[in-house]
């Protein structure tokens, strides 16, 4: 949105976008959206990869858990937001001697690009062997399990949340594994009566459970995120 000054105080313009040939309306919709969000400015003005760096962001300012010396694990970490914002909390790019240096593991099926401060590997995290394999990585466990996946859209609401839920499952029990005692886990899900089992899962591992919709989720979005901390092992 580009404010301009007529003399009469400054207003917002609105990008609009032309249907053209060959691209459906919905793209148009989608591009015109993507156009005038102001999280993806900020991000691109701030060199974030994506707005979903803004959603982790108020995630954890609300709830502290991406603190100096913790070892973070990124699950289906592209484009790589999630772990840029963990990694300057988590203090792994410097050793700077007032904090404590933390490592951030980012993990996805395909190559990501590199990141300041994060250990990227190309892992399927449902794969056989893989909570070991990154449980030396870490060269222990890991203080936080992270995921922002979701599975590719098929058109239909209700299979796209059994899906995602699906995805949460696995990331929730890949967590389970590689956790220390105490540890936290933040996944997304979406909104839609599927997601209770999974709700009754976590609250029998962790002491606290929070759901929760950052300021930076699109309002027409059904997603949220689900908080877990204090793994209890």
């Known amino acids: 949105m580009t404010k301009i000054n007529d003399g009469r105080g400054s207003r917002d313009l609105r990008v609009k976008v032309k249907t053209s040939r060959g691209r459906k309306i919905s ?13 993806v400015k900020k991000a691109n003005s701030e060199g974030m990869r994506g707005r979903a760096a803004y959603k ?8 502290r858990f991406l603190l100096p010396g913790k070892r ?3 699950l289906g970490c592209a484009p790589g937001g999630w772990s840029q914002i963990s ?9 700077r001697k007032d904090k404590r240096v ?3 593991l980012g993990i996805d099926i395909k190559e990501v690009d590199p ?18 394999q990154v449980k030396k990585w870490l060269n222990g466990k890991a203080d936080i399990v ?21 995805l949460c499952e696995a990331a929730a029990e890949f967590a389970f594994d590689v956790l220390e005692e105490g ?28 759901n929760f919709k950052p300021p930076a989720s699109r309002s027409d979005s059904s997603e949220k995120f689900v908080v877990c901390q204090s793994f209890k092992g």
Not at 87 to 95: K, L, P, T
Not at 199 to 204: A, G, M, P, W
Request: hydrophobic share 40%.
């Open 56 to 63: 982790i962001s108020e995630i954890d300012d609300k709830f």
């Open 115 to 132: 990141i300041f401060g994060v250990n990227l590997h190309v892992l399927d995290f449902l794969s056989e062997g893989a909570d070991e």
């Open 183 to 210: 540890g936290t886990f933040v996944a997304k899900v979406l909104a839609g009566g599927a997601e209770g089992t999974l709700q009754k899962l976590l609250k029998t591992k962790f002491l606290k459970v929070h």
């Open 27 to 39: 793209s148009t919709r989608w591009l015109e959206r993507q156009l005038n969000d102001p999280y």
């Open 72 to 74: 973070v694990v990124d």
């Open 87 to 95: 990694s300057v909390r988590v203090n792994s790019g410097s050793a």
């Open 102 to 104: 933390g490592f951030v």
């Open 146 to 166: 992270m995921s922002d996946m979701a599975a590719a859209s098929s058109g239909h609401k209700q299979t796209d949340h059994l899906r995602i839920i699906s």
